[in-house]
């Protein structure tokens, strides 16, 4: 049995389109982002995509918060990840402990996932994590679950993801289909980067 502990947005749900569109709609940019733009911050991190796209820090949070609650009205239509529903199924029939850890509030993840009938397959949904670091979020949680570091596994789809798990001493696997590019995911030597949910499977599976 191990402890996984998932992100949500880009690992689990499918939600760029959306978030990008309430991202243009709460920045209130003049022009929209092009596909070349688009394409080139997918290869980016968070902090290199905040330079680039110019917004002040002191506005980070209240775009967040603007961000969430339109995301609330929008989370019943965005889809999971082909292939995600069976993949948790099967990760929690084989015992494993499952969580969530996500800037998403932790209303929206629930909707999504009673939704999509995956609500029991999760011990635990830690959202709303704000603007603290991802591996001082981890360490939390791994804290107040009495969890031991190298028994737990880091799922996410961002390069941040990769480096929160290093430094919270969790394994990290990098998933393919979120936001950042392989190429990107690669260059920050996750533990394992899985190219579909039968890979991670199979992986969680060995590990």
């Avoid at 688009?38 to 995509?49: A, C, F, T, W």
């Avoid at 775009?63 to 889809?79: C, G, M």
């Avoid at 290093?166 to 995911?185: D, H, R």
């Amino acid at each position: 049995m191990k402890t996984l502990i998932f992100d949500f947005d880009g690992t689990i749900a499918d939600s760029f389109e959306t978030l990008l569109a309430i991202f243009e709609e709460v920045t209130k940019r003049p022009a929209k982002l092009t596909a070349a733009e688009v394409n080139d911050l997918r290869g980016q991190s968070l902090k290199e995509i905040i330079r680039y796209l110019k917004i002040k820090r002191w506005l980070i949070p209240r775009l967040i918060l603007k961000a969430k609650r339109l995301i609330a009205v929008k989370i019943i239509d965005i889809k999971i990840f082909p292939g995600m529903p069976d993949a948790i199924r099967q990760l929690h029939e084989n015992g494993n402990k499952i969580y969530i850890m996500s800037t998403n509030s932790s209303v929206n993840i629930h909707k999504f996932l009673k939704k999509n009938e995956l609500d029991d397959c999760f011990e635990k949904i830690y959202g709303d994590i704000g603007l603290r670091s991802k591996s001082s979020a981890l360490k939390k949680i791994m804290k107040r679950e009495r969890l031991r570091p190298d028994d737990c596994v880091y799922i996410g789809d961002e390069v941040r993801d990769i480096e929160a798990a290093k430094k919270a001493k969790a394994t990290s696997v990098a998933v393919a289909w979120g936001f950042n590019y392989p190429k990107a995911l690669n260059a920050a030597k996750p533990d394992a980067l899985t190219k579909t949910p039968k890979d991670l499977i199979k992986f969680l599976e060995k590990y």
